[in-house]
């Protein structure tokens, strides 16, 4: 089911596939003693033509857990990249010395084509403004523990819904395990993009879009919250007018259902004060935690098919 | 082709593209770069009656053979096209156009941030064909989608 697969777009799997996954994360992660280390002599390559420090350490961690060895193309600034080479020799030599790449480019298409021209699997750590599989299955991961489920549930998604990938990649899933509704809150500069729309329309994901959060706060079972970055505002003044009505504070967590959870991506800015932490909804961080033990899984099922 | 479709004289040597569909026979002549400075003859006829299409537009070109990339594009705005070899006024050859399952290296991604897009990499850009009551192009790499009505601002 996994043994060698390439992990391109979350589009690219289905329910049985990724319940499947969840499971050999769950696994792992009730195991105290990590014996896992079957994965010797392989190597992890990680190249991010686009830095990103937390989910190139989280595949090299897991990598690293699972017995097995990681290199690091470095920064694109820095390699040789800079001196003119293109990104299809770069992928080629890594084909020669990797059991397994990642990659994460600003560039669409760029894993898929590596996909296609690599002896070995292939790995998307972040693509474009739409795809994120890896994260996705995480964002799932920690959803699942929770509810048991991963059908029928209601989402606020909060945020850069136009740019983030994580949300794209997040909606995408929601072809395959269908929520009840789905919220879209985000200022209207940064709704989503009518590809998004269509998609969802096409597969009949029911949503609504909103500019505040107020009334789903006691609707919602899971609150996705994700960064507004100041660049994505034409107007700088409508950024400072409106950042305020995106912060998750612990007067809204009163309100919220018992159950609900708020995942984040992360890194947060401001989005969600600290004081929310401790409060019993916050999963933020046990869904990054839950994400080494993910992609722990993801590895060793490519890589053994185990 | 009936005597009522020949509203132009027969063609001596040459192709006539049949079975257009109306309104697409100039997106045809954009595709075989077609200007209007050759020293051939061309006939346009536009919006004739057709018991198959309804409606539908033809194009005889003299002394033109099309090439296999020619018909391939022209499959793609055309897709029920048929395409007649003349010789000696006869039909020598008639074949109906089949859109093929990927155009490699004709169309380009409409996506500019698409990988296919960018200067000095070795990659042709490739897109499947979506076939339906329209035919869409669907880029493999990025999922770029190019309709039917865009597809010949985009041939390389
Ligand atoms: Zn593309």
């Given at each position: ?54 989910t ?22 820095i ?95 929601f ?33 609504e ?86 992609r ?11 | ?30 595709i ?43 499959s ?23 859109p ?23 990659i ?33």
């Amino acid at each position: 089911m996994w043994l060698n697969r390439d992990v391109i777009s979350i589009l690219d799997f289905n329910k049985e596939e990724l319940l499947d996954l969840f499971s050999k994360a769950k696994l792992i992660e009730s195991l105290k003693e990590n014996n896992l280390k079957n994965l010797k002599g392989k190597i992890l390559t990680t190249a991010f033509f686009e830095p990103s420090t937390r989910t190139r350490l989280s595949f090299q961690a897991a990598m690293l857990k699972l017995g097995g060895s990681t290199l690091d193309l470095g920064e694109p600034s820095i390699s040789s990249l800079a001196k003119g080479e293109n990104i299809s020799d770069t992928i080629r030599m890594l084909d020669y010395y990797s059991d397994i790449i990642v990659i994460r480019h600003k560039l669409e298409g760029v894993s898929r084509y590596a996909a296609e021209i690599c002896e070995h699997p292939v790995i998307n750590a972040g693509e474009g403004t739409k795809e994120h599989p890896t994260q996705t299955m995480i964002d799932l991961y920690e959803v699942w523990k929770t509810f048991k489920s991963l059908e029928n549930l209601t989402y606020a998604i909060i945020g850069d819904i136009k740019h983030a990938r994580t949300i794209s990649s997040l909606i995408l899933s929601f072809s395959i395990f269908k929520p009840r509704k789905v919220y879209l809150v985000s200022p209207l500069e940064l709704r989503a993009k009518e590809k998004i729309r269509s998609f969802m329309e096409f597969n009949g994901i029911l949503y609504e879009e909103l500019t505040t959060f107020s009334e789903v706060l006691e609707e919602a079972d899971v609150f996705y919250v994700t960064r507004i970055q100041k660049e994505r505002f034409s107007d700088p003044y409508e950024y400072e007018k409106v950042k305020g009505s995106y912060i998750i504070t612990l007067e809204h967590i009163k309100r919220m259902k018992e159950g609900a959870i708020i995942l984040h991506p992360l890194p947060r800015v401001d989005e969600l004060s600290p004081k929310v932490d401790s409060s019993k909804n916050a999963a933020y961080f046990s869904q990054a935690r839950g994400g080494l033990y993910l992609r722990m899984a993801l590895l060793r099922a490519i890589l053994t098919g185990e | 082709m009936s005597e009522k479709e020949l509203r132009v004289t027969k063609i001596e040597n040459g192709t006539v593209i049949d079975h257009i569909p109306a309104g697409r026979a100039l997106d045809v002549i954009r595709i075989l770069g077609i200007t209007g400075k050759e020293n051939y003859t061309v006939a346009i006829l536009m919006n004739v009656e057709s018991k198959k299409l309804g409606k539908k537009d033809l194009i005889k070109i003299e002394n033109r053979v099309l090439e296999p990339r020619e018909a391939q594009l022209i499959s793609l705005v055309a897709p029920d096209a048929t395409l007649n070899v003349i010789s000696n006024f006869e039909v020598k050859e008639k074949y109906k156009l089949e859109p093929p399952e990927t155009i490699e290296g004709l169309i380009r991604c409409p996506n500019e941030l698409c990988i296919t897009n960018k200067q000095d990499e070795p990659i042709l850009p490739k897109l499947k064909v979506v076939k339906g009551s329209k035919i869409v192009l669907e880029c493999i790499y990025c999922g770029a989608i190019l309709t039917s009505e865009e597809i010949t601002r985009f041939i390389l």
